[in-house]
């Protein structure tokens, strides 16, 4: 039978996988393929396929594949690097190889209208170029960030398409479908256009962003009750635990209670206690922060976030330091009680700080690379589904949609008046870990960009004054109309 399968996929590990039994669970037809053939034979052959052989088929090439397909064709990759063997002649893309390769092969399979979709996590840039590219030929093409694990590709992923905005009709259906579901009727799907060309796949990666920054968060949090209060793991848990049930109410946080009540199958001791403490990244974090340098955009959590993850990867290093450079040896002396609801507070406050960053950058990407972002929307599109889902994202989608065109969450009432609540908590929990010598970059960070923001003065005026005189860059002044420029020559007129 041929020509009748809603959809291919291209790319079966354990993500590509899961997209498939969850399309299949939801009624779809899906054609599957892997470089890799015998991947295929594996996937179609275990358990959980067998009841679902009418509604999946393995094919072993991309022209079977296509072969399968109902028009206008759909095919989702949902390959790595080294899934896919690049075609020898392939010159127009030196980055990226693989992904180019399968596009240039799929082309003179597929006719004007069909729909290729890439669900991997891949630069916003290689989207755009892709997307303008496939349409000179006359096809569709998609980038949509997919969000949440092999366990969210299974039940419910947070989906972000972007891309050719005529391909939204074509796969609408399946992708909402298979989508997480938030509301109190469970009806509303975490999957929406995003916007044009490569804005689904930034949005992705704004969401990996805030991920870093989030984590890193709750691990000072952590520390500090560990190293400023001393308090053991079980106690660790029932904080986590109480604070999961507030404002602080989401996956990660719930996720943190559990991992502290896991013990060591081998030592009976926690598992937590025997990580060793160095952080890995997959480098979506760090495209954040430097595309928000590129655009002008503060975003210091997640910079401060790969950072914290770059000198974790410092182990023996900090090993060696720890016996050479010393810290004054203070002790907690304060109510602990109370200061656990300043970590809370300072948590939160450090959380929104983080979220305004993000949705700055994204206002930011928006006006530099000409896309129509919904930024209410795009806050339920993370309410379900994926790492940072929290209860906390329907007060942004709240805030956006009194004020479309709020151009920080720290302007809109509930977000300012839960930052200035919590001022004094915030403050104290970092000067307690400056006197106590714990590490707190993220929230540090947080603060400075808060008590920055607010700030209508800052020491920026010397810094021009310093370039000017090193460099000739002119300045503006106070007093003058502000599209004027001024170059002083400071050396002369300082022996003047």
Known sequence: MSENYDIGLMGLAVMGQNLVLNMVDHGYKVAVFNRTTSKVDEFINQPECASKKDKLVGVYSLQELVSKLSRPRKVMLMIQSKDAVPAPEITLYPKSAAIDAVIEELLPLLDAGDVIIDGGNTHFRDTERRTKFVESKGLLYIGTGVSGGEEGARKGPSMMPG???????????????????????????????????????????????????????????????????????????????????????????DITKDIFTVK??????????????????????????????????????????????????????RVRASKILNAQQVSFAGDKKEFVESIRQALYASKICSYAQG???????????????????????????????????????????????????????????????????????????????????????????????RSADLPANLLQAQRDYFGAHTYRRTDKPIEQTFHTDWINEKNS
């Open 359 to 453: 949705y700055v950058q994204l206002q930011g990407a928006a006006k530099e690379y000409g896309w129509n972002l919904q930024y209410g929307n795009i806050a339920m599109l993370w309410r379900g589904g994926c790492i940072i889902r929290a209860v906390f994202l329907e007060r942004i989608k709240e805030a956006f949609d009194a004020e479309p065109n709020l151009e920080n969450l720290l302007f809109a009432p509930y977000f300012k008046n839960a930052v200035e609540s919590a001022q004094g908590a915030w403050r104290q929990v970092i000067k307690t870990a400056i006197e106590l010598g714990i590490p707190v970059p993220a929230f540090s960070t947080a603060l400075s960009y808060y008590d920055s923001f």
């Open 163 to 253: 891309g050719s905005e005529k391909a939204w009709q074509f796969v609408k259906n399946i992708f909402q479908s298979i989508s997480a579901k938030v509301g109190t009727n469970k009806d509303i799907p975490c999957c929406e256009w995003v916007g044009e060309r490569g804005a689904g796949h930034y949005v992705k990666m704004v969401h990996n962003g805030i991920e870093y920054g989030d984590m890193q968060l709750i691990c000072e949090a952590y520390w500090m009750l560990k190293k400023a209060l001393n308090f053991n793991n079980e106690q660790i848990h029932q904080t986590f635990a109480e604070w999961n049930k507030g404002e602080l109410d989401s996956y990660l946080i």
């Open 264 to 317: 060591d199958k081998e030592t009976g001791k926690y598992l937590v206690d025997l990580i060793l403490d160095t952080a890995g990244a997959k480098g979506t974090g760090k495209w954040m922060s430097q595309l928000a340098l590129d655009i002008g955009t503060p975003s210091s959590l997640v910079t401060e976030a790969v950072y914290a993850r770059c000198i974790s990867a410092m182990k023996e290093t």
